[in-house]
């Protein structure tokens, strides 16, 4: 079973997001995060395995929220499409709604000349929320 081994939040954005225990998931984003309400991008998601996989070929470790994610799941299917339901933890459920991001548009933030969201990023759309802690299983519907 997949599960969250990290949830990252910042208060500014283009900046690092910081590591947290818990989080409160709300249609619209993560309470405290600065992305909260600004697209419908409202959570973004790297799977572990995926920055384990960047972290060997840059020879240095990524820290949690150094790539601008806010989940980090591991144990999830390789690719999620377009439309599928996440729920994480009891209640919490995000819609994928977008893999990467689209050819030719910016990303304004990498960590050492590295960021991971444009090409293995997931965004998704809060449909329920709820709280999130660091431990907390996460199923595809």
């Not at 225990?21 to 992305?35: L, M, N, Q, T, V």
């Not at 689209?102 to 960021?115: A, M, N, T």
Request: charged fraction near 30%; include cysteine.
């Amino acid at each position: 079973m997949a599960s969250v081994t990290a949830i990252c939040v910042s208060t500014e954005r283009q900046q690092p997001k910081t590591e947290v225990e818990r989080a409160r998931f709300f249609p619209g984003g993560i309470e405290g995060d600065s992305h909260r309400g600004v697209t419908e991008r409202e959570v973004s998601l790297l799977r572990a395995e995926d920055i384990r996989k960047a972290e060997e070929e840059a020879g240095f470790a990524f820290p949690p929220g150094s790539l601008a994610e806010n989940l980090v799941v591991e144990g999830l299917p390789e690719e999620l499409p377009v439309g599928a339901v996440l729920k994480a933890g009891d209640s919490v459920l995000l819609e994928v709604i977008e893999k990467g991001k689209k050819p030719g548009e910016p990303h304004s933030y990498d960590y050492r000349g590295w960021c991971l969201l444009p090409a293995a990023g997931y965004f998704l759309r809060v449909g329920r929320g709820g709280e999130v802690r660091r431990g907390d299983p996460v199923t595809v519907m």
